[in-house]
């Protein structure tokens, strides 16, 4: 008698349990409405390189590894994997239920297909350096159905990192030229949704995969609209016809003024700062460049083209890595125009009374600062610098260039280059490993424009990469940062945030952090 | 009563021009210039010290407003003059030589079936965008009118009596091609140039739009409008201000062209 | 006659592309410059412009583009991989949609309107059209466009921002698809029109003026005609006649205006292809764009030729 008391009683607790989680917030059934601020170009993960392509992608496809909120590797196809001691060889399992959205198997022959095309020459494609070490690729192969066997030629840390790259199937693409392949705007899936319908420049329509490997996603279609100008997205998200936005500072109080609206802010991966041309003979003095580091105030220029939404910066890795320096170990710069002119003075140049400008040898101390078209922020940063630098006695002037010809001007093979200083921004990846940026070898050709050059760094950069223990690689970065920011080939700028608006009714999102939002989006939901 | 707002317009545009360039003289006046130091919150709506407000980064509009005129003016102004010279130097030639007839005109078909705007864009994005380019690029597609207006008016010229009776005289072709025809071809080619400024000054801030025009911290009219419309919410006089210069600027010139033309076409009916 | 323009297109339109093709391949930096990633190396630079056929000389790559077209293939999109043809044809839609109701709508604004000022010339009716509709062709496009979204959409709610389609309305297809679509396109069709009535109101203005001055008009007031059956009867058929004429001389324009207007409403048409083509430096889309635009244009012009010969059998061919 008292056991079935209780067992209604528990049952009616669950019950009244029930019922009320479901009348405060109900599930809706409407669809999750973002933006791509640009058309993506092609939806294939090895040939995709703008942004909008990889935000479809991430929703779609899946690697061998995935990376979670906390910036970690996560498996994702993957079931387990081993490494040898050499760290030279790995073997990866993969999961045995993980399907293609057409009902094929995923197989190690999609692993060891993705790769081949990936290597061949015939590919158009930015990532083969990805997987190319010392010049040397690494060699996949097929152990048995699910099991791939990867030889590095070196051991390389950021390897696994590079596995989190989508899969493409063989069983579609064999055979066929992958440049041009239909596959490209009608890719099948191995993620949580599938891509239903691509309107081109006007939207495109996701729809869950129930064949997904993982858990089943909690919204059943997903809306991604098209729209490129900035202006108008805003709009669209005042009139509420899409979710969620990214926005930009400025328009931070006005966005707050939205009723039912969240507002996120996190800090990114980037950072943007201002780059001297070592080669050039003023520069290449190391007391002209800390002369106008001091000229800049930082904190007045975060709080102007920021309004507070970012943080000034001190050195070439962002605050949310795990390898970014200790407080003891950052180089700051305060805001000391007096400094300046005396550093200036000490460089061996005289301010001439008349034009209040810095001369020395006869020559007003006047430079170029180029930079690209297209980043409001960027150009409102450089206008103020002008502004600054010409308070000490420095002419700057301004050239805002097209990104293709801005591109050519900084990354071709002549040497000296010929620019003076650029203002641009980095976009850092998971992995610390900055080899590409800094090490003298990438001068001229490769993106260490500046051409800045120190043997400890250069071998920390090679150390970096083949030291496989986190905590031993955290003290190499920690270490070769802190040269980088003493020697002052750069001055970092800031340290810009991510600030995003979203509708109170999206629910299931994730910490806040370069992973994104809607990191886990199985669990994205919409209620009424 | 047209006249007078002929004269209106031009009074404006002259006014406009010579106070824009005089501000280059005055000592210490440097209408991009903000302290860096100082935290600016946002653009400032239209006050007693700013009479249209201010941009985002502090500085006053009218200014600025006032010293993108002599550049958004001369673009016009510079652009035309390329596109008239080389419009009528290919007319004359196409008109009064026959020879030369068939490629010129050939030429102009060509250009013609380009659509224009589409040809500039694709320029300027080869090209890194400044005044310079700008004005080249209007200049190096905006001709073909003037020629063919050019070529109409020496065909029918070359018909007429005084034209023959100077040839039969023996008068040099080089005189007669400048006392007597030109003079005459002229007068439509005087109207459609003040068309044609009209229309520079507006592909040039159509250009600024894209950011393919005269570049900051220069001001021009273009510019200033593609720097303001991500504050047409917030701030909507960076955007009227130089928007209503721009109208009225080009409203000016049409008017002027209008009573030209009417000007013109009573003088050649006598 | 025909056959003859139409053989003359052809070396124009060769013309057209080759000039085309020099300027863009004599640029500095090309799409492979697009792409500044640091995971690119210069081993893969290379292998990409290779494979994109860029190191060829010039007039080689050019004949290779020609040979192609003639064959009905275009080439494939650097950015997409996507065949040029097929997306330009599918742009090709909407872009005409727009042109077309624009310019529908155009005529039935300022037919009426250009003769009625023409009629009654330097009333004040003339002069307040007038006045107005300068302005409304000295008003900046893109300007106007965004004023008009901020003021009707935004503000009031009446329309859509921008797009073509929406989604939703999409699936359920019929007569909800089309009045979305036409919802989409009232602003940008109103910018549209309100740069264009001055223009062609005074062609009108001028056609009836010089119809009203023709000597069979003037005899038939001899004769007592009353003005309201000279206008109705005799002068607006003859002013009619041009309309074939404006639509060719006029296409040029809408289509270079397109670029501007699709831009800012994110109409997915030829115009917005062009400018984000350009951008990218994607010059298989550019070229065949090019091709289509001046084909376009030139069918117009030879439409308006035709329609002006046979309205007036007087002109000389020239």
Same mark, same amino acid.
């Given at each position: 008698?008292?056991?079935?008391?209780?067992?209604?009683?528990?049952?009616?607790?669950?019950?009244?349990? *029930?019922?009320?989680?479901?009348?405060?917030?109900?599930?809706?059934?409407?669809?999750?409405?973002?933006?791509?601020?640009?058309?993506?170009?092609? %939806?294939?993960?090895?040939?995709?390189?703008?942004?909008?392509?990889?935000?479809?992608?991430?929703?779609?496809?899946?690697?061998?590894?995935?990376?979670?909120?906390?910036?970690?590797?996560?498996?994702?196809?993957?079931?387990?994997?081993?490494?040898?001691?050499?760290?030279?060889?790995?073997?990866?399992?993969?999961?045995?239920?993980?399907?293609?959205?057409?009902?094929?198997?995923?197989?190690?022959?999609?692993?060891?297909?993705?790769?081949?095309?990936?290597?061949?020459?015939?590919?158009?494609?930015?990532?083969?350096?990805?997987?190319?070490?010392?010049?040397?690729?690494?060699?996949?192969?097929?152990? +048995?159905?699910?099991?791939?066997?990867?030889?590095?030629?070196?051991?390389?840390?950021?390897?696994?990192?590079?596995?989190?790259?989508? %899969?493409?199937?063989?069983?579609?693409?064999?055979?066929?030229?992958?440049?041009?392949?239909?596959?490209?705007?009608?890719?099948?899936?191995?993620?949580?949704?599938?891509?239903?319908?691509?309107?081109?420049?006007?939207?495109?329509?996701?729809?869950?995969?129930?064949?997904?490997?993982?858990?089943?996603?909690?919204?059943?279609?997903?809306?991604?609209?098209?729209?490129?100008?900035?202006?108008?997205?805003?709009?669209?998200?005042?009139?509420?016809?899409? +979710?969620?936005?990214?926005?930009?500072?400025?328009?931070?109080?006005?966005?707050?003024?939205?009723?039912?609206?969240?507002?996120?802010?996190?800090?990114?991966?980037?950072?943007?700062?201002?780059?001297?041309? %070592?080669?050039?003979?003023?520069?290449?003095?190391?007391?002209?460049?800390?002369?106008?580091?001091?000229?800049?105030?930082?904190?007045?220029?975060?709080?102007?083209? %920021?309004?507070?939404?970012?943080?000034?910066?001190?050195?070439?890795?962002?605050?949310?890595?795990?390898?970014?320096?200790?407080? +003891?170990?950052?180089?700051?710069?305060?805001?000391?125009?007096?400094?300046?002119?005396? *550093?200036?003075?000490?460089?061996?140049?005289?301010?001439?009374?008349?034009?209040?400008?810095?001369?020395?040898?006869?020559?007003?101390?006047?430079?170029?600062?180029?930079?690209?078209?297209?980043?409001?922020?960027?150009?409102?940063?450089?206008?103020?610098?002008?502004?600054?630098?010409?308070?000490?006695?420095?002419?700057?002037?301004?050239?805002?260039?097209?990104?293709?010809?801005?591109?050519?001007?900084?990354?071709?093979?002549?040497?000296?280059?010929?620019?003076?200083?650029?203002?641009?921004?980095?976009?850092?990846?998971?992995?610390?490993?900055?080899?590409?940026?800094?090490?003298?070898?990438?001068?001229?050709?490769?993106?260490?424009?500046?051409?800045?050059?120190?043997?400890?760094?250069?071998?920390?950069?090679?150390?970096?990469?083949?030291?496989?223990?986190?905590?031993?690689?955290?003290?190499?970065?920690?270490?070769?940062?802190?040269?980088?920011?003493? +020697? *002052?080939?750069?001055?970092?700028?800031?340290?810009?945030?991510?600030?995003?608006?979203?509708?109170?009714?999206?629910?299931?999102?994730?910490?806040?952090?370069?992973?994104?939002?809607?990191?886990?989006?199985?669990?994205?939901?919409?209620?009424? | 009563?047209?006249?007078?707002?002929?004269?209106?317009?031009?009074?404006?545009?002259?006014?406009?021009?010579?106070?824009?360039?005089?501000?280059?003289?005055?000592?210490?006046?440097?209408?991009?210039?903000?302290?860096?130091?100082?935290?600016?919150?946002?653009?400032?709506?239209?006050?007693?010290?700013?009479?249209?407000?201010?941009?985002?980064?502090?500085?006053?509009?009218?200014?600025?407003?006032?010293?993108?005129?002599?550049?958004?003016?001369?673009?016009?102004?510079?652009?035309?003059?390329?596109?008239?010279?080389?419009?009528?130097?290919?007319?004359?030639?196409?008109?009064?030589?026959?020879?030369?007839?068939?490629?010129?005109?050939?030429?102009?078909?060509?250009?013609?079936?380009?659509?224009?705007?589409?040809?500039?864009?694709?320029?300027?994005?080869?090209?890194?965008?400044?005044?310079?380019?700008?004005?080249?690029?209007?200049?190096?597609?905006?001709?073909?009118?003037?020629?063919?207006?050019?070529?109409?008016?020496?065909?029918?010229?070359?018909?007429?009596?005084?034209?023959?009776?100077?040839?039969?005289?023996?008068?040099?072709?080089?005189?007669?091609?400048?006392?007597?025809?030109?003079?005459?071809?002229?007068?439509?080619?005087?109207?459609?140039?003040?068309?044609?400024?009209?229309?520079?000054?507006?592909?040039?801030?159509?250009?600024?739009?894209?950011?393919?025009?005269?570049?900051?911290?220069?001001?021009?009219?273009?510019?200033?409008?593609?720097?303001?419309?991500?504050?047409?919410?917030?701030?909507?006089?960076?955007?009227?201000?130089?928007?209503?210069?721009?109208?009225?600027?080009?409203?000016?010139?049409?008017?002027?062209?209008?009573?030209?033309?009417?000007?013109?076409?009573?003088?050649?009916?006598? | 006659?025909?056959?003859?323009?139409?053989?003359?297109?052809?070396?124009?339109?060769?013309?057209?592309?080759?000039?085309?093709?020099?300027?863009?391949?004599?640029?500095?930096?090309?799409?492979?410059?697009?792409?500044?990633?640091?995971?690119?190396?210069?081993?893969?630079?290379?292998?990409?412009?290779?494979?994109?056929?860029?190191?060829?000389?010039?007039?080689?790559?050019?004949?290779?583009?020609?040979?192609?077209?003639?064959?009905?293939?275009?080439?494939?999109?650097?950015?997409?991989?996507?065949?040029?043809?097929?997306?330009?044809?599918?742009?090709?839609?909407?872009?005409?949609?727009?042109?077309?109701?624009?310019?529908?709508?155009?005529?039935?604004?300022?037919?009426?309107?250009?003769?009625?000022? &023409?009629?009654?010339?330097?009333?004040?009716?003339?002069?307040?059209?007038?006045?107005?509709?300068?302005?409304?062709?000295?008003?900046?496009?893109?300007?106007?466009?965004?004023?008009?979204?901020?003021?009707?959409?935004?503000?009031?709610?009446?329309?859509?921002?921008?797009?073509?389609?929406?989604?939703?309305?999409?699936?359920?297809?019929?007569?909800?698809?089309?009045?979305?679509?036409?919802?989409?396109?009232?602003?940008?069709?109103?910018?549209?029109?309100?740069?264009?009535?001055?223009?062609?109101?005074?062609?009108?203005?001028?056609?009836?003026?010089?119809?009203?001055?023709?000597?069979?008009?003037?005899?038939?007031?001899?004769?007592?005609?009353?003005?309201?059956?000279?206008?109705?009867?005799?002068?607006?058929?003859?002013?009619?006649?041009?309309?074939?004429?404006?639509?060719?001389?006029?296409?040029?324009?809408?289509?270079? &205006?397109?670029?501007?207007?699709?831009?800012?409403?994110?109409?997915?048409?030829?115009?917005?292809?062009?400018?984000?083509?350009?951008?990218?430096?994607?010059?298989?889309?550019?070229? &065949?764009?090019?091709?289509?635009?001046?084909?376009?244009?030139?069918?117009?012009?030879?439409?308006?030729?035709?329609?002006?010969?046979?309205?007036?059998?007087?002109?000389?061919?020239?």
């Amino acid at each position: 008698m008292k056991k079935a008391l209780f067992a209604v009683f528990l049952g009616g607790l669950i019950l009244l349990g *029930l019922g009320c989680s479901k009348s405060s917030s109900k599930v809706s059934d409407t669809p999750l409405r973002l933006v791509l601020k640009a058309e993506p170009s092609n %939806l294939n993960s090895i040939l995709h390189t703008d942004v909008p392509s990889a935000e479809v992608i991430g929703l779609i496809s899946n690697g061998l590894f995935r990376l979670n909120s906390n910036l970690e590797l996560e498996p994702d196809l993957l079931e387990s994997y081993t490494v040898s001691d050499d760290g030279k060889t790995f073997v990866f399992h993969l999961k045995k239920n993980a399907k293609w959205s057409d009902g094929h198997p995923i197989t190690a022959e999609d692993v060891v297909f993705t790769f081949d095309t990936l290597m061949s020459p015939k590919t158009n494609t930015v990532r083969r350096g990805l997987f190319v070490i010392e010049g040397k690729p690494v060699k996949f192969k097929a152990l +048995d159905t699910y099991t791939v066997q990867a030889t590095l030629p070196e051991p390389f840390a950021p390897f696994l990192t590079n596995m989190s790259m989508g %899969l493409i199937p063989k069983h579609i693409l064999q055979n066929t030229d992958i440049n041009t392949a239909t596959f490209n705007q009608k890719p099948i899936s191995t993620g949580p949704f599938n891509l239903v319908v691509w309107k081109p420049s006007q939207y495109i329509l996701l729809e869950r995969n129930d064949l997904y490997f993982g858990s089943r996603a909690k919204v059943k279609k997903i809306i991604m609209k098209i729209i490129p100008d900035s202006n108008t997205q805003l709009m669209a998200y005042q009139k509420d016809e899409v +979710d969620e936005l990214q926005i930009s500072p400025k328009d931070v109080d006005a966005v707050k003024k939205l009723p039912n609206r969240v507002l996120y802010r996190y800090e990114d991966l980037q950072y943007t700062y201002l780059g001297f041309n %070592l080669k050039k003979p003023w520069f290449s003095n190391f007391l002209v460049r800390q002369a106008i580091a001091y000229a800049i105030n930082k904190p007045a220029l975060v709080q102007t083209v %920021l309004k507070g939404y970012g943080k000034p910066a001190d050195t070439p890795c962002a605050p949310v890595s795990w390898a970014y320096p200790s407080a +003891d170990q950052l180089v700051k710069y305060d805001y000391d125009p007096k400094k300046s002119e005396a *550093l200036l003075v000490q460089a061996g140049f005289k301010r001439n009374p008349k034009t209040q400008w810095f001369e020395k040898d006869g020559k007003v101390f006047e430079f170029t600062l180029i930079t690209n078209k297209g980043n409001p922020e960027r150009e409102k940063t450089a206008e103020i610098l002008q502004q600054a630098l010409k308070q000490v006695g420095i002419k700057m002037n301004i050239q805002v260039m097209e990104w293709s010809s801005f591109v050519k001007m900084i990354t071709g093979p002549k040497d000296p280059k010929p620019f003076d200083a650029v203002m641009l921004g980095w976009a850092l990846g998971t992995d610390p490993d900055s080899y590409l940026t800094w090490h003298s070898s990438q001068y001229p050709a490769g993106f260490n424009f500046v051409g800045y050059k120190n043997a400890k760094v250069d071998s920390l950069l090679v150390q970096g990469r083949r030291e496989m223990d986190q905590k031993k690689r955290k003290a190499i970065y920690q270490e070769m940062h802190k040269l980088i920011a003493s +020697d *002052l080939p750069y001055i970092f700028l800031y340290y810009p945030e991510v600030v995003i608006s979203i509708h109170k009714r999206v629910q299931g999102l994730s910490k806040p952090g370069p992973a994104g939002l809607m990191n886990r989006i199985e669990e994205v939901h919409l209620i009424e | 009563m047209k006249l007078s707002v002929t004269k209106v317009c031009i009074t404006y545009l002259l006014l406009l021009f010579l106070v824009s360039i005089a501000m280059v003289f005055i000592p210490g006046l440097d209408v991009n210039a903000f302290d860096p130091n100082v935290v600016i919150t946002g653009p400032q709506s239209p006050s007693l010290t700013h009479w249209l407000g201010t941009d985002d980064l502090g500085r006053d509009l009218l200014l600025r407003c006032l010293d993108g005129a002599k550049i958004s003016l001369l673009v016009a102004l510079v652009s035309v003059t390329i596109s008239t010279t080389i419009g009528t130097l290919l007319g004359v030639l196409a008109g009064f030589f026959r020879p030369l007839d068939a490629i010129v005109m050939r030429f102009v078909d060509m250009m013609m079936a380009i659509p224009t705007l589409f040809l500039i864009l694709i320029l300027q994005v080869i090209l890194t965008p400044s005044i310079w380019t700008v004005v080249s690029v209007i200049g190096l597609t905006s001709w073909m009118g003037t020629t063919r207006l050019v070529r109409a008016e020496v065909l029918s010229i070359k018909e007429r009596v005084f034209v023959k009776a100077a040839t039969a005289r023996g008068i040099p072709t080089s005189r007669l091609l400048f006392k007597h025809v030109l003079p005459h071809a002229l007068n439509p080619v005087i109207v459609s140039a003040m068309l044609g400024m009209g229309s520079a000054i507006l592909i040039e801030s159509v250009l600024s739009f894209l950011g393919l025009g005269v570049q900051p911290p220069y001001a021009s009219w273009g510019n200033l409008l593609e720097n303001s419309l991500k504050y047409l919410k917030e701030a909507p006089w960076m955007t009227l201000a130089p928007g209503a210069f721009i109208t009225i600027s080009v409203l000016s010139i049409h008017f002027i062209g209008d009573s030209l033309r009417a000007k013109l076409d009573v003088k050649d009916r006598a | 006659m025909v056959l003859k323009r139409l053989l003359g297109a052809i070396p124009l339109l060769v013309g057209i592309t080759f000039l085309s093709f020099l300027i863009m391949r004599l640029a500095p930096g090309d799409y492979t410059s697009m792409m500044m990633d640091p995971r690119m190396t210069q081993a893969d630079m290379a292998a990409l412009r290779e494979n994109l056929g860029l190191n060829q000389p010039i007039w080689m790559q050019y004949i290779k583009w020609l040979k192609a077209v003639l064959q009905g293939n275009l080439g494939y999109s650097y950015v997409t991989g996507k065949p040029v043809l097929g997306l330009i044809l599918e742009r090709l839609g909407p872009t005409l949609l727009m042109s077309v109701v624009s310019l529908v709508l155009i005529l039935v604004i300022t037919f009426p309107l250009g003769l009625l000022t &023409g009629a009654k010339r330097y009333s004040a009716f003339d002069g307040w059209v007038t006045v107005l509709s300068f302005i409304g062709q000295s008003l900046p496009t893109f300007w106007l466009g965004m004023i008009l979204i901020l003021a009707f959409s935004v503000k009031l709610d009446w329309f859509p921002t921008s797009g073509y389609l929406d989604p939703m309305a999409e699936v359920m297809g019929g007569f909800a698809s089309i009045k979305n679509i036409a919802l989409h396109m009232v602003l940008p069709m109103l910018t549209i029109v309100i740069g264009s009535i001055a223009g062609f109101t005074r062609y009108f203005r001028f056609g009836i003026i010089r119809i009203l001055n023709e000597d069979y008009i003037k005899s038939a007031k001899a004769r007592g005609l009353s003005d309201k059956r000279i206008l109705f009867k005799h002068a607006f058929k003859n002013a009619a006649l041009p309309i074939v004429t404006l639509l060719g001389l006029e296409l040029p324009g809408l289509i270079s &205006g397109s670029f501007v207007i699709e831009y800012i409403f994110a109409w997915p048409g030829m115009g917005q292809l062009g400018i984000q083509s350009a951008f990218s430096r994607d010059y298989p889309v550019l070229m &065949g764009l090019l091709l289509m635009t001046s084909v376009l244009i030139l069918a117009g012009n030879l439409l308006a030729d035709l329609g002006y010969r046979w309205i007036d059998p007087r002109i000389k061919h020239s």
